[in-house]
């Protein structure tokens, strides 16, 4: 690219691909002067050698490295979900289409920007991500144990210890219940479970680590229901949370808050939208529970005036979801904020909503 090809460009929008990128650049009118494609191995280069300006990406499979990246060179480096960027493509979908309607969306004064995570972050949350996927493994093999008992007529109490407790018994049966085959089977089954038992527990462990070494997590833990686990998986997915502005915007990007569909005069509240980040959410309804389940911390930890109150009008299921949704708000503005719970500051908004 020429000299005075490189001053004219303001803006940059970039579809990342797996071996090719393609850029469309715009320049401070908004008219396009650079539409190319490039292999991964140019990017770097090329950007590097041109003068700072404004470049958006979707946050996707390797755009947080390459945000961290443009950033040393001096470029302002913007993540965009991807769902916001579409509204802004015109005409047929193709490559040049998608980076041209980045390249708009990023210029947007009321766009929602992805923070860009460092690599701490990432590597925290592949140990995350590696855990969960083992978590559900575990689950089905649980689940094809239990099914292929009851299909001999054999029912297990609901609960993992049960389970386990039960099936050295089990296997030990005449084989008029069990065949030889499928005590094998069951066997192999629960060889699967206990490698899985290893792993989770490792990876279980190497979590916590992390967490007590880290000064955010170590804060986010003093928080009601807050473990290692719920802790470190925050710091992953936002950091140090300044991304946000409250904690409804962190409550509402969990998926937290009621999906709101109103017209005119009339305000509609459904069920809870579910957006965004589903591990989060469901590991913040689970520190919920835990709550719940320990009536006798409500009011150490100063939640008893609204869990009572709203105990009285809500079902168990949104009464949970309710305090999920306040969990959050509440480790929110500990993290952002850089100070530890303190139970006596919930009694003055001890209301439920």
């Known amino acids: 690219m020429s000299e005075q090809l490189n001053a004219t460009i303001a803006v940059i929008g970039i579809d990342i691909g797996k071996n090719s990128f393609h850029v469309v650049g715009l320049n401070a009118r908004g008219s396009i002067v650079l539409r ?6 140019q990017v770097e280069a090329r950007l590097a050698n041109l ?14 490295h390459l945000s961290r990246k443009l950033k040393t060179f001096g ?15 015109k005409g047929q979908k193709n490559d040049f289409r998608d980076a041209e309607a980045i390249a708009e969306a990023v210029q947007r004064p009321t766009m929602k920007f992805v923070a860009t995570k460092t690599a ?6 592949a140990l995350h991500r590696v855990r969960e996927r083992l978590v559900s493994q575990r689950t089905g093999i649980i689940n094809q144990i239990r099914a292929f008992l009851l299909e001999r007529g054999v029912a297990v109490r609901q609960g993992l210890r049960f389970l386990r407790a039960e099936l050295p018994r089990i296997l030990a049966t005449p084989s008029d219940v069990l065949s030889p085959r499928m005590v094998r089977v069951i066997e192999g089954l629960s060889e699967d479970w206990r ?19 880290d000064a955010g997590c170590e804060r986010l833990m003093s928080v009601p229901g807050i473990g290692p686990i719920i802790s470190s998986a925050m710091v992953a997915a936002i950091g140090t949370g300044d991304v946000f502005s409250k904690g409804r915007d962190f409550a509402a990007w969990l998926g937290l808050v009621p999906k709101q569909i109103s017209t ?16 989060l ?10 709550v719940l389940i320990k009536p006798k911390t409500w009011e150490r930890h100063g939640l008893k005036p609204w869990i009572e109150a709203a105990k009285r009008r809500l079902h168990r299921n949104v009464l949970a979801i309710a305090l999920a949704n306040k969990l959050a708000r509440i480790a929110w503005s500990v993290l952002a904020h850089g100070r530890n719970f303190e139970a006596r500051k919930i009694d003055e908004v001890a209301q439920p909503v």
Not at 59 to 64: E, F, L, R
Request: with cysteine; net charge positive; charged share 25%.
């Open 36 to 41: 190319q494609k490039w292999s991964r191995s």
């Open 51 to 64: 003068p700072p300006c404004l470049i958006g990406m979707e946050a996707c499979v390797g755009a947080h």
């Open 75 to 89: 470029h302002d480096a913007r993540l965009m979900p991807a769902k916001y960027v579409r509204p802004y493509s």
């Open 120 to 125: 701490d972050q990432l590597d925290l949350q």
């Open 195 to 213: 490698r899985l038992d290893e792993r989770v527990d490792h990876l279980s462990s190497e979590i916590g680590a992390v967490a007590r070494q």
């Open 264 to 279: 005119g005069d009339r305000t509609i509240l459904g069920k809870i939208s579910k957006r965004g980040n589903r591990y």
């Open 281 to 290: 959410r469901v590991l913040f309804v689970q520190a919920a529970w835990v």
